[in-house]
């Protein structure tokens, strides 16, 4: 397995890469990302090449038996290319022109940013194509991240209203479907439809649905361009990716990795201004949507947090085992390749205070050892751990296009898109229940549960999936604002939850927007929830059944005690449960428990910030338990049988094991 580093031979004087080459060898490093801002040193000026540089760091990079990857430089354009080419720059919703001084500068909409783009990509691939020791590329860098997957300039106006004639055919079809004679939005020339610049009030939500999907289409065209570009030149073996970022951008992530060998992503779970990380679950959301952009493929983390991070602020600085325990949690969860950002903290640049394994000072301590502890563990057992099997029977629903249909109407001051799915993803992870976030794409039938959270955007082909999913004895699980809006982000007309009303065998007649810190009760009425009592939040919908069966109501003291906030009904041999409101974990959790071991899924009983993954090989089960808390520690309960340390094959644990604060450990029993 590959273990390695970020590292910017250009940053630091050519007398100290052999200090540093050495303390990577003495570390295992067996990997070097570089190159992904160095376009202005490929070509210093337009036409004119020069690799030297990387040429003489990659040379001396595989003189250590080290492999490379390389980042193509588009992330970065040079100042020479935005003095002559003002016109790739993007523009933000004000119509204000994004100037040179950052990174990601550009818009993908630019015909003279694509040429120019294949131009530096081309030269890199003929250069390195065939080198021995280059392994694979990557794709630019972080697409779309700090708000740059939106452009709103005018060559984005041609290229969206160029996207819309190809996709409605005519206005008259267009006009429609959006419902353009809401205040008198009537198109009669392609060239009158804007991109949502700032307005008064806000956009046509059809409009501004249709811009993202243009975005994303743009960002997937431009990926493939590149990748076209690289696989015309470089040897078969050597493997393309992208580092994603998953953060609600206008992409389409899946589109984009159909063109990929693999996925990448980059791990930060605490970054500059976090005063502690993200909690646990949310870090194993972003795992998990990296494991099903390919449908189950693992992928790499292309840049592994290894010390405090930030830009103007700097975050939470990792605690002695952090290191350790996310690189664990990435590799339990379907990372196949750990490349820790950064080899070490620059001294200048707007990353100064991106600390790394090693600090300004360029010194081994804590940090480099801690690395170091983690490689010597893998050496054993990683190989076999990436490739056992990720068992999965609970599917979570992700589309990007419902995340950008909550950006635009999200209702509610208190919602937000990730919180309130963690919010239906948690109760799982807590029961250490493992899933697969899913697409309307796959096949229903290898899972007994399916979690579909806020579907305020539904898709018609997705729904009948559902049912037939039900009929034949799954499970069902919708949330609050189910079947609100059709593919054209228009609202449904019939009664909520619209085409789902029947398989939920509910109506919804009237609903609550829970603002600033209003909240609601809900009370348990039959089993599982029986007696139970919890607070709620976000939303409210009050449910009228039509054959479902009431599991909790309300029982504030406003007109709406009494009504229902939680169904279940049963279809074919199947169930499907509505939660109607932002239900806190204390009632989640016991109705997962219940609907897991009715659904014939095991569940196990861990304090809550311990984690368990399972990985399934032929002749070996591997276990990883983690314990997220900094200060506590926890007995754990082992599943049945003998279980090995997979660093050293020697020390073995049954029934219980007993877990330090922080403390990380990979299992190993015989199948």
Known sequence: MFIGVDYYPEQWPRERWETDLKLMKELGINVIRISEFGWTLMEPEEGTYDFS???????????????????????????????????VLPADENGVTIGFGARRHYTVNSKTYHLLSKRIVEAMAKHYGDHPDVIGWQTDNEYGHEKSDRSYSEVDQEAFQEWLL???????????????????????????????RKVYQEHNPSLLLDFNRFCADAYTAYNR???????????????????FVYTGLAQDQKAIAEDLDFISFDNYPVWGGLAEPIKPAAIARQHDLCRGTKNGKGYWVMEELSGAQGWSQIGYLPRPGHLKLWTYQAIARGAEAIVYFRWRAARFGTEQFCHGILDHDGVPRRKYKEVKDVIDSLKRRGDDLIAADFPAEVGFYHDPENDWAWQIQPQSDQFDFIQEFLRFYEPAHALQVQGNIIRDDVDLSAYKVIVVPIY??????????????????????????????????????????????????????????LRGSRSATVKGT??????????SSVWC?????????????????????????????????GQVYYIGTGVDRSMLLPLYEAIFKEAGIETTDTPEPVEMVTRVGDDVTYVTVLNHSVEESFDVKLPAGKWIDASNGEETFEGTLTLKPLQSIILESSN
């Not at 590149?226 to 580092?243: A, K, M």
């Not at 039959?526 to 607070?535: D, K, Q, T, V, Y």
Request: glycine share 6%.
């Open 225 to 243: 361009m590149q990748v076209e570009t690289l696989r015309e030149h470089i040897r078969e073996d050597q493997f393309i990716t992208h580092n």
């Open 166 to 196: 190809q996709k409605y055919g005519s206005l008259e079809e267009l006009n429609h479907r959006w419902g353009t004679v809401f205040w008198s939005q009537t198109y009669d020339n392609w060239s009158q439809i804007p991109v949502p």
């Open 53 to 87: 540089l990387y040429d003489d760091a990659i040379k001396l990079i595989t003189s250590y038996g080290m492999k490379v990857v390389l980042g193509t430089p588009t992330a970065t354009p040079p100042a020479w290319l935005i003095q002559k080419y003002p016109e």
């Open 456 to 513: 305020f955007l539904t898709k018609k082909g997705f729904n009948e999936k559902l049912e037939q999913f039900a009929r034949q004895g799954g499970t069902v699980i919708f949330s609050y604002r189910t079947g609100v809006k059709d593919q054209d982000n228009v609202v449904s007309e019939k009664t909520l939850p619209g085409e789902l009303s029947n398989m939920c065998g509910i109506e919804v007649h009237e609903y609550d927007s």
């Open 526 to 535: 039959a089993a599982p929830l029986e007696g139970l009592s919890a607070e």
């Open 541 to 573: 919908d009050f449910i009228e059944p039509t054959e479902a069966e009431v599991l909790a109501t309300y029982e504030d003291d406003e007109w709406f005690s009494g009504r229902a906030a939680i169904t279940r009904n049963y279809v074919g041999r």
